[in-house]
């Protein structure tokens, strides 16, 4: 049988299948950005990962794996230590701390508090946020300072007692380019 007296119900799908996608890849492209973002933010409990956290008690159990049946690795001795959440898994958060040791701890040992250390050698606490600003004291590595306020390139901190603006690069446990409230 010649091509040309096949019936009409025969057709070729390449070119409906062409203009299907031509059609559809828009809406790809549209939904793409928008599923990677939800993919790299989200987490079982609803917030962006990494997130800034800070330790709730004075001794927490840094595990191997997320649950009790894991081994203990490490045991953090610092109460409201920042850590950073870099995974979760059900009721465990997978933690890294300053100097880059992981590990898995329940969420109940972590509290929302914003916490910094000071890494700089000296860091500068300024009365307000502008490197002209007068000091209001000079900080020493390992001091852990609540965070109270962040915008791009400085933070107001507490640290024993007094609180100042310092500028993100000081400190560990904020975000460069961070606002918060």
């Known amino acids: 049988m010649k ?3 096949l019936p009409r119900r ?5 070119p409906f299948c062409l203009a299907l996608f031509c059609l559809l890849l828009p809406l790809l492209a549209a939904l793409l950005p928008a599923m990677v973002l939800a993919q790299q933010s989200q987490a079982p409990s609803g917030l962006p990962i990494p997130r800034f956290v800070s330790l709730r008690s004075g001794e927490v159990n840094i595990r191997t794996g997320p649950g009790v049946r894991y081994p203990i690795d490490w045991v953090f001795l610092r109460k409201d230590m920042p850590v950073e959440i870099v995974a979760e898994f059900d009721t465990w958060r997978r ?9 898995w701890v329940h969420q109940s040992l972590l509290s929302g508090k914003r916490t910094i250390v000071f890494t700089a050698p000296l860091a500068s606490l ?5 490197e002209s600003a007068p000091l209001v004291a000079r900080v020493e ?4 300072g609540e965070l109270q306020e962040c915008r791009p390139a400085w933070c107001r901190a507490k640290a024993a ?3 100042g603006w310092v500028q993100p690069i000081e400190v560990w446990g904020v975000y460069p380019d961070e606002w918060m409230r």
Do not use: M
Request: aromatic residues 6%.
């Open 3 to 5: 091509l040309s007296t």
């Open 10 to 14: 025969f057709f070729h799908p390449a």
């Open 95 to 103: 933690i890294r701390d300053l100097e880059g040791t992981e590990g």
């Open 126 to 130: 300024r009365r307000e946020p502008r």
């Open 141 to 144: 590595p390992g001091v852990i």
């Open 161 to 163: 007692g007094l609180t």
